[in-house]
């Protein structure tokens, strides 16, 4: 009963989320707290490098070194190839969970010494992202929990679909509505001139 009052919830704040932030708050609203996790990830997955859209927590000491290295603007931005779990993950599109303990390349390293869950996030017949959450706690995954996680995956990843095309919609709208004002306007003696778009 549990998880389904969950994924009842999740089904309906999802739905609510218009963009790829939105998508963000509330699988680590779903996740995080409610799984005793320490750390969720959520990444975009665009060509051949993951882009990470959410980090919680969000300092930057709670993430592995390597990500640290690689930081960019206010999210790291990593090719895929340089993390092979998750590439296999994304390949399969399965999700893989890893017990406490598990030797993975330095890039996870340090995200669940507990436990580690990789999602692979699915949105019609492609993979949007990926999910990593992590357990500083040695972390046992019960069946149910696994169906949990991949019900969540599932609802994640068709909403995170959704997202990127209402925050590119909007990005276009902004783009003409810049693209209709004046770029410079006139200098009137006794007056001020001003523009607005309606």
């Known amino acids: 009963a549990d998880d389904v009052s969950r994924i009842q919830w999740l089904t309906a704040a999802l739905d609510d989320a218009a963009t790829v932030r939105d998508v963000g708050r509330v699988a680590v ?32 000491d709670a993430w592995p ?20 779990t998750l590439q296999l993950a ?35 017949g492609s993979v949007a992202g990926v999910c990593v959450v992590g357990w500083d706690r040695p972390h046992e995954f019960i069946p149910e929990e696994r169906s949990l996680l991949t019900a ?25 509505q810049r693209s209709l004002l004046p770029r410079r306007l006139p200098e009137l003696p006794g007056g001020i001139a001003v523009a607005r778009y309606l």
């Open 29 to 60: 609203t779903a996740l995080r707290e409610p799984l005793g996790a320490a750390r969720v990830a959520l990444a975009d997955v665009r060509e051949d490098r993951l882009v990470v859209t959410l980090l919680d927590p969000p300092q930057p």
């Open 65 to 84: 070194d390597l990500w640290r290295a690689q930081w960019r603007s206010e999210w790291p931005d990593a090719p895929v190839s340089a993390l092979p």
């Open 90 to 124: 994304l390949r399969d599109g399965r999700m893989d969970l890893w017990p406490a303990g598990t030797a993975l390349e330095p890039g996870l390293a340090g995200i669940g010494p507990g436990g580690l869950a990789v999602l692979p996030l699915p949105a019609k």
């Open 152 to 176: 969540t995956a599932a609802l994640v990843g068709q909403a995170l679909k959704r997202a990127h095309a209402h925050d590119a919609e909007e990005e276009l709208a902004t783009m003409l």
